[in-house]
Nanobody, 120 residues
């Protein structure tokens, strides 16, 4: 059983930065694709970014150029660096692991979520 634990959420003003981390435990290999989803109140959950075992990344159009996803396979840690944050980035962010491409139907494990709030 894989467990995903997120950290790094918080509150920031528009234009600011936050870094989210996700650490996987019970993880026996590097074959999973990992990534982040987010869900704002009253909205559907959406994919933000994900990274394959070979390092290939995909980003939602809304975050391209502002968010950077990286993975440390040795530490089983996924990091999402979020710069130039906007109020519309406010949401609960969920770490996820599954198969490529990491759309919601392909997710096998979810983290518990971490809140990001961006004020204008």
């Amino acid at each position: 059983q894989v467990k995903l634990v997120e950290s790094g959420g918080g509150s920031v003003q528009a234009g600011g930065s936050l870094r989210l981390s996700c650490t996987a435990s019970g993880y026996t290999g590097s074959g999973y694709c990992m990534g982040w989803f987010r869900q704002a109140p009253g909205k559907e959950r959406e994919g933000v970014a994900h990274i394959a075992s070979d390092g290939s990344t995909r980003y939602a159009d809304s975050v391209k150029g502002r968010f950077t996803l990286s993975k440390d396979n040795a530490k089983h840690t996924l990091t999402l660096q979020m710069n130039n944050l906007k109020p519309e980035d406010s949401a609960t962010y969920y770490c996820a692991a599954g198969v490529w491409p990491l759309v919601e139907e392909h997710v096998r494990y979810w983290g518990q979520g971490t809140q990001v709030t961006v004020s204008s």
